[in-house]
């Protein structure tokens, strides 16, 4: 909302569990269509008809979408966000978990910047698999994209690795902070191809990789088998 409203002083700070503080710019969630990394003008360019965008944040991938005459509805579990992307034009847009949204079913189901995150742990994951399950059409397809964290725990010249063997290494806990106030932390789930496509094959789903970026990063099309 400062960003919007052209108070800019400052960008989030994040941090994790495995890794050292870090900045996320505030004009970065702001970015249009040719700002975007390649696999989200990819999962942009191949979503079709009714659109459900999970976490849309600041609202860019659905304005993209809506825009372009596509029917698009926008859901975030923060409330200032849901403000923005209304004051940005997007028409349906729902302060809502997405785990309560019940009742509407969609082609499309957009879960980007990392979508995977939203799932928590893999003891997580197929109770969202499931839910996602009911919101989509028999022919529909969901559009998700991770990252592979396997790069920080080893050697990638030899192809040597030692993850944590007390977890999956993908699950990593998550602090955010912005002008002194500091998040709760909370838990954010990277899930490499091969494990999510197990996953995927248990809750009734096809999955196919549809492209990769440039830092171990994937794009995902889910469809019921």
Same mark, same amino acid.
């Given at each position: 909302m400062d960003y919007y409203q052209g108070r800019y002083e400052e960008d989030l700070k994040t941090w994790t569990n495995i890794t050292s503080e870090d900045e996320m710019s505030l004009p970065y969630l702001f970015r249009d269509y040719e700002e975007m990394e390649f696999i989200e003008q990819l999962a942009l360019n191949i979503s079709r008809g009714k659109v459900l965008d999970v976490g849309c944040g600041a609202g860019s991938h659905a304005l993209y979408l809506q825009e372009k005459g596509l029917s698009v509805k926008g859901i975030d579990i923060s409330k200032g966000a849901i403000e923005v992307?209304? +004051?940005? #034009? *997007?028409?349906?847009?729902?302060?809502?978990?997405? +785990?309560?949204? %019940?009742? %509407?079913?969609?082609? $499309?189901? *957009?879960? *980007?910047?990392?979508? $995977? #995150?939203?799932? &928590? @742990?893999?003891? &997580?994951?197929?109770?969202? +698999?499931?839910?996602?399950? $009911?919101? +989509?059409?028999?022919? #529909?397809?969901? !559009?998700?994209? @991770? $990252?592979? !964290?396997?790069?920080?725990?080893g050697d990638q010249e030899n192809g040597t690795y030692t993850p944590p063997t007390d977890h999956y290494y993908g699950e990593v806990r998550f602090w955010m902070s912005y002008k002194g106030v500091e998040t709760t932390p909370f838990d954010w789930l990277y899930i490499d191809e091969h494990v999510f496509q197990e996953y995927c094959r248990k809750a009734g789903f096809e999955m196919r990789v549809m492209g990769r970026g440039e830092h171990y990063d994937y794009l995902a099309r889910l469809s019921l088998a």
């Open positions: 992307c209304k +004051l940005r #034009g *997007l028409e349906n847009a729902e302060n809502i978990d997405l +785990l309560d949204l %019940e009742g %509407e079913k969609f082609d $499309t189901i *957009l879960l *980007l910047m990392n979508g $995977t #995150g939203i799932f &928590q @742990s893999l003891k &997580q994951m197929p109770k969202y +698999l499931q839910h996602l399950k $009911t919101l +989509l059409k028999k022919d #529909g397809q969901i !559009l998700v994209d @991770s $990252t592979d !964290l396997i790069y920080m725990y």
